[in-house]
C-alpha cells in the first residue's frame, strides 16, 4: 500500500491482541484515502457498530461510499494485500484463504475471532485478568501499565457486549490498589471521593499524583515499604496461570542516591525523620527525589508551622525582657541622680524597641535637695543600690 498518512501501519497479527489489532487496522485504514479521497476503511465497515470515534465529515464519507463498482473493487484490492501481509505465517492466515476481496477477507477474520465462542473465551480471559491485576508500587509494576491492563480489560468487555458500569470500573481500579505508602492511600481516598463516576477521570488524577510523587521509573521499594525489606512475594501483576508479571518482583530500586539497607540513610544524610532541619551542607548531598520525598511529607509542613510559632513567642519575650531592662535602667537612673541631688526630668520617654512597641511615659516627681550631712554621708551607698522594673531593691 502507498502510504499516504502518518498514521502508522498495523502490527503482525496475533491471536491474543485480537481485538486491538482489528482496531488498528481501521485506524490505519481510516487515514489512507482513495482516488477519490475516501477512506479505504468503508471497505471493511460494520454497518452496526462504531468500531473507532471519528470526526463527523470522515464518518460520513465512510459510511455512505458504495460497496460495489469498479472503484471498490480497486480499493478491495488495496485492503486485501494489507491484511494478507499482516497475517501470513499466522494461524488468521487460514480464515481468509480462498477470499479474493478485502471485505470478506475481513469479515471471514471477524466471524472467526469475535464468534460466540471465541467472544466466551475472551470474556473469561479479560475477567481472570482483572481478578488477578493489582497494583502495589512502582518498582515492579508502573502504575500507567496497571491502568492499561485494566482498560484493556473493560474494552474487551465492552466488545462482546458485556460492559462494566462506570462506577464498577472505578472500584475496580481503587480496591485494586494494595499498598501501604502513605501518600497514595491519601490519593486513593481523594478520588474516591471527587472520581467516583469516570473511570478515566480517576485513572487520570492518580496517574498524575502517581507520577508526581515518583517521576522516575527506577523507583525504591523503601519509598513504599517504609524502609522495610521488600518481599519477594510482593508481586503487583498475576497472570491467569499463575505466573508473575515484570521480571519476577525483583526491582533495583531507585539509582537517584547512596541507599542503605534499610532507606534511612541517603549519602550518609539521616532522613527517617524528614521532618528536621536539614543543614545546606546536607541538603546538597541529596537525590532530588529524597528532596521532593522530603518537601511534600505533610508533617513537616505542620512541623514547620509549630516552629514558626515558637519563634514568634521568643520574639515577643524577648520584647518584654527588652522593654523592663530599659524600665529598670531608667529607675536606676533616677535614683542615682537623685542621690546626686541633681533633679531627674518631670517625664521620661522611653524610644520605641526594635519591635515597634514603646512603654508608656514614666514621670517623676523632683526630689527635695538634701542639705543634712547624714544625706551627704549615704551617698556612696544610694548609688550602689539597684532596682528592678517595678522598682523593688534587688
Sequence with gaps: LKDETTAAKPKEF???NWPEWETSVYIYL???LNTLGVPLAYVIRKDDIDVIELD???KQMIDNAPLAGAVFRNDSTRVLSLLRSLVNGTDAEVWMKGSNCGRVAMQQLQSHYDGDAEADKRKKGAEADLKALFYKHEAVFPFEKYINRMKKCFNVMEKYKKPYYEEDKVNYLLDKIQTTHAGVRTHVDICRASYSKSFTQASTYLSREI????????VSSAQFGKGKKRDSRNVSEVGRNGGRGGRGGRGRGGRGGNHNGNGNVVNGVDISDPTRYFSKEEWSKLD??????ILENPDRANKKKARAGSNVSSIVTASEEEQNRLV???INGVMNASAQNVAPPESVQVPPSRHGSRVSAIKFQPSQSRTDASANDNRSQISGISYDHLGNRL
Design 328 to 330: 529598670a535602667s531608667i
Design 30 to 32: 481510516s487515514s489512507v
Design 14 to 16: 496475533k491471536y491474543e
Design 56 to 58: 463527523p465529515r470522515t
Design 288 to 293: 532530588g527525589d529524597t528532596r521532593k520525598r
Design 211 to 218: 507520577s508526581r510523587m515518583f517521576p522516575t521509573s527506577n
